[in-house]
């Protein structure tokens, strides 16, 4: 936990991928430019990469220029990686599907990516597949059902949760997004689409947390290959 501006309060839990599989991130909001850097500075005496998520470009151009050149950061995931992760393994069997209805939904869709590319696993993304164009999933939908985990990404209504729901046998996870016009503030029309889905099976992670979603991903994919 981190408290005030003191590197002292600093703790960070190096052992949490031996328990859950899944190595402790770094969720930037209202972590301090100095508060970041002395949590890099343990990762990287222990060697360990890291991966920081909802780092936003105003806050990373405040780190020191030495952490900048060290860090790969990615604007639109608003995401960094500090270290070297595990290179992607392209196997149809450990990937992911990103099915997201509009353009809109992409910042959401790159945390899920660049959380599944810092384990090494590889997906693949189906942007701008609406349902208001069915058309445009169902020229898809065959791609789509090879792979054993879908993660779907949708604003508005999220009337692609139940759509996908009814197409797909794959573990289907839906990530709300807060994109909509007034109805549905802030993702909240979305995220009860999900809940309330008449597709049974439909898994849903809180609002615009693709980390979350990755992270479910993760999860199932280590059971895959455990059994």
């Not at 990103?98 to 809109?104: D, F, K, N, Q, R």
């Not at 990516?113 to 993304?125: E, K, W």
Request: proline fraction near 5%; hydrophobic fraction near 45%; charged fraction near 15%.
């Amino acid at each position: 936990m981190i408290e005030a501006n003191s590197k002292a309060q600093i703790r960070l839990d190096f052992d949490r991928a031996a328990r859950t599989g899944l190595d402790e991130a770094v969720f930037c909001i209202r972590k301090s430019p100095a508060q970041i850097s002395a949590i890099l500075e343990q990762f990287q005496q222990r060697g360990q990469a890291c991966l920081l998520t909802r780092l936003e470009s105003t806050k990373f151009q405040q780190l020191s220029p030495a952490w900048q050149r060290q860090l790969d950061y990615d604007p639109l995931s608003a995401s960094a990686i500090l270290g070297q992760p595990p290179a992607i393994r392209p196997d149809p069997a450990r990937s992911v599907a990103i099915v997201s209805g509009g353009t809109s939904d992409a910042p959401v869709c790159a945390e899920v990516a660049r959380t599944l590319a810092f384990y090494g696993v590889a997906c693949q993304q189906f942007q701008d597949v609406g349902v208001t164009g069915l058309w445009r999933l169902l020229e898809r939908i065959e791609e789509i059902r090879q792979y054993p985990i879908v993660i779907a990404v949708a604003g508005m209504e999220g009337a692609i949760f139940s759509v996908l729901g009814g197409l797909i046998d794959s573990v289907l996870i839906a990530v709300p997004c807060s994109v909509s016009y007034g109805v549905g503030p802030d993702g909240e029309l979305a995220l009860h689409a999900a809940l309330g889905s008449c597709a049974p099976g439909i898994l849903s992670c809180n609002i615009d947390n693709g980390y979350g979603a990755a992270c479910a991903a993760l999860r199932i994919l280590h059971r895959f290959q455990a059994g």
